[in-house]
């Protein structure tokens, strides 16, 4: 391995570990919804407005930002991202107001909005071949690892008889921030692009004519609704069939773990496919994500709900590792897989941002047992967009 190389591996790391802490602070409303009921006298869709916020500014940065790190590379807006996380977290530390909490969350969302796009888009430049699709599954595990991250601290660090005591979850994304803007201010590096394709006339105003990027966009609406559902409404849950806080943190930590194994199983698995085969893959995923719909808001005891959340573990984990990793092939000029990136993340956004509207709505009036349907003809949509997605891409998979 050339010194070159050894460097790109290690720029790598430092921003996966800047993605892993804006995920700390993504989550960090997951894991204390309840606390935060408490404290600010709010119902189930209200609190998923807490976790939704961060889509706002992402949804309307996503495409803007990957036209950005185009021109001005990743360090400026990966910067630019960390500072706007790390000003929305102290916000959100000192204030005592909803509002003002629902705002530093929008803050924050400049972080999730820029850095999910920034990062994948540099993994794709830096590393090459199978080394791209591994480090993409990586990426994918920000989800897994945030989760982990807060799930376990927030039994350690908050004390659930204090609806207070969240604030030590914010005091930590702050801290953690902090050590994020000093990594890559010092580590992280411009890097030249190379191309993978002769797509290189393409622009901002001609993406209309791109059906990948739009279907993956909605491919990530109707898979990520399911899963950041279910993410939020976890705990809500929990309570519901007489279990605690503890308990609720507990399990999506394992839940948490287990995605993480799978990203990396997966990342293994489809580093030597190839494009035609990854797209298959994306298509069978679609397929396994029924068995987590049909095994969440069903079970009573504590063990069923461990293998039912490990079920859904695995299989949001191996389908976010698929779909991240096609990401620098759907536009061929790799200068511009900041725009594919954005697509997706739009995509997630508008999933996030749905949350408190569909599920907690859903929730609040009928309870959890129908959710179920909802999620099934999500499920149905994806498995047709993953489809289509194979045979707009069949002549690419062929070459």
């Not at 047992?369 to 489809?387: E, N, R």
């Amino acid at each position: 391995m050339s010194s070159a190389d050894k460097k790109g591996i290690f720029e790598i790391l430092i921003a996966l570990f800047c993605v892993f802490c804006v995920a700390v602070c993504q989550f960090k409303v997951s894991s204390s919804t309840v606390l935060l009921m408490q404290n600010f006298g709010i119902n189930n869709m209200e609190v998923g407005l807490l976790t939704s916020a961060t889509s706002i500014a992402g949804l309307i940065l996503a495409i803007p930002v990957g036209a950005l790190i185009a021109k001005f590379g990743f360090k400026l807006i990966g910067l630019i991202a960390l500072f706007a996380c790390a000003i929305g977290s102290c916000l959100g530390f000192f204030t005592n107001s909803y509002k003002v909490l629902l705002f530093s969350r929008i803050l924050e969302g400049i972080a999730v909005g820029s850095i999910f796009t920034v990062v994948p888009s540099l993994i794709a430049v830096v590393a090459k071949g199978k080394s791209r699709t591994f480090f993409m599954s990586v990426f994918s595990c920000y989800v897994g690892v945030g989760q982990i991250i807060v799930f376990i601290t927030t039994n350690l660090i908050v004390d659930q008889s204090d609806p207070e005591s969240y604030k030590n979850l914010w005091l930590l994304t702050n801290i953690l921030l902090l050590i994020c803007i000093v990594l890559w201010l010092v580590f992280i590096k411009p890097s030249q692009s190379e191309s993978v394709g002769t797509d290189t006339s393409i622009t901002i105003r001609g993406l209309y004519k791109y059906a990948s990027l739009w279907i993956i966009a909605l491919l990530m609406f109707f898979y990520i609704s399911i899963y950041k559902g279910i993410t939020t409404y976890t705990m809500p849950y929990i309570n519901s069939i007489g279990l605690d806080l503890i308990f609720s943190n507990n399990l999506s930590a394992i839940r948490a773990f287990v995605g993480i194994v799978t990203s990396i199983i997966t990342g293994l698995i489809i580093a030597s496919f190839s494009k035609r085969k990854h797209y298959i893959a994306g298509i069978i995923a679609c397929i396994l994500n029924f068995f987590a719909i049909f095994s969440v808001w069903s079970y009573t005891t504590e063990k069923m709900a461990i293998v039912s959340l490990v079920i859904v573990g695995i299989t949001d984990a191996a389908s976010l590792a698929i779909f991240t990793s096609l990401s620098p092939y759907l536009l061929k000029d790799l200068k511009l897989v900041g725009i594919t990136n954005g697509f997706i993340t739009i995509g997630k956004n508008l999933a996030i941002l749905s949350v408190p509207f569909i599920s907690g709505s859903t929730i609040d009036s009928f309870g959890f047992g129908p959710l179920t349907f909802v999620y099934f003809i999500f499920g149905i949509a994806s498995l047709i967009l993953s489809i289509l997605l194979y045979f707009v891409n069949a002549k690419s998979c062929a070459t």
